[in-house]
């Protein structure tokens, strides 16, 4: 996946089931400037400001369950494409 300046890749920390997560892997061209936050520093500082943003937690959680489906549907049409793709014979 190519990224342009500006872009930010990992979102995907937030989903609990390692089996979905894309891999972090990243290779750069020119320099770039990268900052990290762990998933429990994350999820500390949506319990810290969750008086001053009430909403906060249930979009993250919206956002976590909706990048699930998404990735548990394109694992599946994967996985179903492999095991037609091993069961059709080769003539070759």
């Not at 969750?50 to 548990?72: E, I, M, T």
């Amino acid at each position: 996946r190519l990224h342009t300046a500006g872009a930010v890749w990992g979102v995907d920390f937030v989903l609990s089931n390692f089996d979905l997560l894309e891999s972090p892997e990243s290779l750069a061209l020119t320099y770039v400037e990268v900052m990290s936050l762990t998933r429990a520093k994350f999820y500390a500082l949506l319990e810290t400001h969750q008086a001053s943003c009430p909403g906060l937690q249930r979009k993250v959680r919206w956002f976590a369950c909706w990048l699930a489906l998404q990735r548990a549907l394109l694992w599946e049409a994967k996985r179903r494409k492999m095991r037609l793709v091993s069961k059709t014979p080769s003539f070759m």
